[in-house]
């Protein structure tokens, strides 16, 4: 099948995590059989962590600002999302 964007590329397909996914070399556009935009949606709710509320977090210790480690070049690794990884090609 033709890319609907490119018109003259043909699309891959890849197979994550029991999803079939069209997706463009070219253009890296992506495009879902019916169906699968819904379960991603699902799997992606099933594997969301609660979200966070600041007062769960100790506060900073004194003389520290939490972006102090941006300032030094390091900064946090975020684990990917479901739909990162799934769309990580």
């Given at each position: 099948m033709l890319c609907p964007s490119c018109k003259d590329v043909n699309l891959s397909m890849t197979d994550r995590?029991?999803?079939?996914?069209?997706?463009?070399?070219?253009?890296?556009?992506?495009?879902?059989?019916?169906?699968e935009l819904d379960r991603l949606i699902e799997r992606a709710e099933r594997t969301a962590p609660a979200p966070a509320h600041k007062s769960d977090y100790p506060p900073p210790p004194r003389g520290h600002h939490r972006d102090d480690h941006a300032h030094h070049g390091h900064r946090p690794r975020h684990r990917k999302s479901l739909l990162g990884e799934l769309f990580d090609f």
């Open positions: 995590q029991g999803i079939e996914i069209d997706y463009c070399p070219s253009c890296r556009g992506i495009w879902l059989d019916r169906g």
